[in-house]
T-cell receptor, first 115, second 116 residues
Framework: AQSVTQLGSHVSVSEGALVLLRCNYS??????LFWYVQYPNQGLQLLLKYTSAATLVKGINGFEAEFKKSETSFHLTKPSAHMSDAAEYFCAVSTTGGGADGLTFGKGTHLIIQP | DSGVTQTPKHLITATGQRVTLRCSPR?????VYWYQQSLDQGLQFLIQYYNGEERAKGNILERFSAQQFPDLHSELNLSSLELGDSALYFC???????????????FGPGTRLTVL
């Protein structure tokens, strides 16, 4: 069975600073990995996904994530935080691509942007 | 707007009751997924349907059931409701939803269920 650990339920950064949200996964087979963002009172929106092609994945809104097999990590970064980035971020893993078993989500990290 | 619609937006009911949540997937998507989001358990996958057939089951209770109709909309039925069933229920859809397909799942806005 797969699992996801997101370190830090809350992360606070200043506007313009680097954003780093941590995600470690556990999977017995090569995983597919996803980052989703949830704004207040809304559904989840896909930021980016890793599907075993390039290890550095670029997503929407300036976010990117790097798959590191040796560290079983898929951390999300953004060079310069913007106030509009304040939201809940979820890392998710699947062993079948997201289909045929659903997604396994981490607990989420609430990103706070300080002005 | 993801293109996935869910009704109702809010639902308040009493313990022991039964409710039905409805989801319409994006046009052209064949797979529908149901997830439950609660403070205790986080986001949990409940069940997946593909083109009318059940494809995968997650942590879905026996009191809960779902189906996907010929027009591809889906309903999640929750019965004998308990206080602990209060949560946000999301529906998501994807084009394919099969093994090896890194489908993007598009999420609806959710139905907030409150059991009193």
């Amino acid at each position: 069975a797969q699992s996801v650990t997101q370190l830090g339920s809350h992360v606070s950064v200043s506007e313009g600073a680097l954003v780093l949200l941590r995600c470690n996964y556990s999977s017995s087979v090569p995983p597919y990995l996803f980052w989703y963002v949830q704004y207040p009172n809304q559904g989840l929106q896909l930021l980016l996904k890793y599907t075993s092609a390039a290890t550095l994945v670029k997503g929407i809104n300036g976010f990117e994530a790097e798959f590191k097999k040796s560290e079983t990590s898929f951390h999300l970064t953004k060079p310069s935080a913007h106030m509009s980035d304040a939201a809940e971020y979820f890392c998710a893993v699947s062993t079948t691509g997201g289909g045929a078993d659903g997604l396994t989500f981490g607990k989420g990290t609430h990103l706070i942007i300080q002005p | 707007d993801s293109g996935v619609t869910q009704t109702p937006k809010h639902l308040i009911t009493a313990t022991g009751q039964r409710v039905t949540l409805r989801c319409s997937p994006r046009s052209g998507d064949l797979s529908v997924y149901w997830y439950q989001q609660s403070l205790d358990q986080g986001l949990q996958f409940l069940i997946q349907y593909y083109n009318g057939e059940e494809r995968a089951k997650g942590n879905i209770l026996e009191r809960f059931s779902a189906q996907q109709f010929p027009d591809l909309h889906s309903e999640l039925n929750l019965s004998s409701l308990e206080l602990g069933d209060s949560a946000l229920y999301f529906c998501a859809s994807s084009v394919e939803g099969g093994r090896g397909w890194a489908d993007t799942q598009y999420f609806g806005p959710g139905t907030r269920l409150t059991v009193l």
